[in-house]
């Protein structure tokens, strides 16, 4: 059975850094997205950073770009959220999920996914990241 599970939140400092991790089972990772997903209280779920583990096409918000990185280690089957200069607007549950993708697919079509993703989102359990400030 395919699988994902985020964990590695915690508390931090506005300013710290945190490192997220999503570890997958029952699938290669090649092949495949892994999307990070994000859902602070009161607000919408939001589509934050998209890797397609294959070719290393990169897709991230505005809201975390230059602050935020996703990166791979295929032999652990896991995906990495690697999360810097937090801020406590970064306060959320976050989440991630995977998407079938084929070789060469654009940036554009993963944000496109991760919108619709956001949009009805099936997760499960996500890990809470807290910022204070």
């Known amino acids: 059975e395919a699988q994902v599970v985020a964990s590695g939140g915690g508390l931090v400092q506005a300013g710290g850094s945190l490192r997220l991790s999503c570890v997958v089972s029952?699938?290669?990772?090649?092949?495949?997205?892994i999307g990070w997903f994000r859902q602070a209280p009161g607000k919408e779920p939001e589509g934050i950073a998209c890797?397609?583990?294959?070719?290393?096409?990169?897709d991230y918000a505005d809201s975390v770009k230059g602050r935020f990185t996703v990166s791979s280690d295929n032999a652990e089957n896991t995906v990495y959220l690697t999360m810097d200069s937090l801020k406590p607007e970064d306060t959320a549950v976050y989440f991630c999920?995977?998407?079938?993708?084929?070789?060469?697919?654009?940036?554009?079509?993963?944000?496109?996914?991760?919108?619709?993703?956001?949009?009805?989102?099936?997760w499960g359990q996500g890990t809470q990241v807290t910022v204070s400030s």
């Open positions: 999920a995977s998407h079938e993708v084929r070789r060469g697919v654009e940036s554009e079509a993963l944000r496109a996914w991760m919108a619709l993703e956001a949009a009805f989102p099936s």
């Open positions: 890797l397609s583990v294959g070719d290393g096409v990169t």
């Open positions: 029952g699938f290669n990772l090649d092949g495949y997205a």
